[in-house]
């Protein structure tokens, strides 16, 4: 792996480097990563840049190894193709094939951190508790002509992720093109995903009518205020007041 280049340093001084350069080969192993590339988005004969060598590039712009996949890519001597190429094809990157890697990664972890007894205590006892929360990327420059009198920066996209917070780790991710999208409309996947003895804790604007109607019996939210209720599979109409807060509270 690329991330070879810093973790070398820490080898033979500490252990917890060793650690913790079997646990990201072990969740980034090149045969699994491209494995699942090829059943998110589909397999495609005479392929030269694999999805691991994007992967890798990624990940050593993330640690911080290079300061951009173009340094990145410049300091790789293997690599097939050119930095051009490899700009193209992150540009066609589906969010599919991100939005796998990240459940991909925690599936393997997972096992491991419970193992290691690296889980916290769960904060609420019989539930398993998950944080969601919603990030928009940064606005982009006002390159499109369109664009250049508009006040506002165009927002490129949103991404909403549902972490552990005794785990540590990012369970699932939705992503969505459209930055300027309510959140609630993104709730869809994050729902069908809610098991039972799960709680999950987010921003109040996350919970729109319908939304919990997927959501078995015995699973349980919370707004942003700290208000936990139960999830029932249905929503019931509480009407409006000038105040703009439900009656009875």
């Known amino acids: 792996m690329l991330l070879n280049a810093v973790l070398s340093r820490f080898l033979t001084a500490t252990p917890l480097a060793v650690a913790a350069r079997g646990a990201l080969e072990y969740a980034l192993a090149t045969d699994a ?14 392929r030269t840049l694999l999805f691991s060598t994007c992967v890798d590039l990624m990940s ?16 790789t001597p293997d690599l097939p193709v050119t930095v051009s190429d490899v700009y193209a094809r992150r540009n066609r990157m589906p969010s599919a094939a991100g ?9 393997r972890l997972e096992p491991v951190l419970r193992a290691m007894g690296g889980a916290a205590p769960d904060r609420l006892p019989g539930y398993r508790l998950k944080i969601l929360d919603g990030n928009h990327v940064a606005k982009t420059p006002r390159r499109l002509q369109p664009l250049r009198d508009v006040a506002a920066g165009p927002l490129p996209g949103q991404t909403l992720v549902v972490l552990d917070p005794a785990l540590g780790l990012a369970l699932d991710i939705v992503c969505s093109d459209d930055g300027h999208a309510q959140e ?66």
Do not use: E, K, M, Y
């Not at 494995?35 to 495609?44: H, I």
């Not at 939005?99 to 599936?107: C, G, I, K």
């Not at 999830?231 to 019931?236: A, P």
């Open 33 to 46: 990563v491209d494995a699942l590339f090829d059943q998110t988005v589909g397999p495609r004969a005479g």
């Open 60 to 75: 050593t712009v993330v640690c911080r190894i290079h300061p951009s996949i173009h340094a990145a890519a410049r300091a």
């Open 99 to 107: 939005a796998a890697l990240v459940r991909h990664t925690a599936a």
């Open 184 to 249: 609630r409309a993104l709730l869809g996947p994050i729902v069908a995903s809610v098991a039972l003895g799960t709680c999950g804790s987010g921003i109040a604007t996350s919970a729109p009518p319908g939304s919990c109607s997927g959501c078995p019996t015995g699973a349980g939210t919370s707004s942003s205020g700290g208000t936990r209720r139960p999830c029932r599979g249905t929503t019931n109409r509480t009407g409006r007041r000038p105040g703009g807060r439900p009656p009875g509270r």
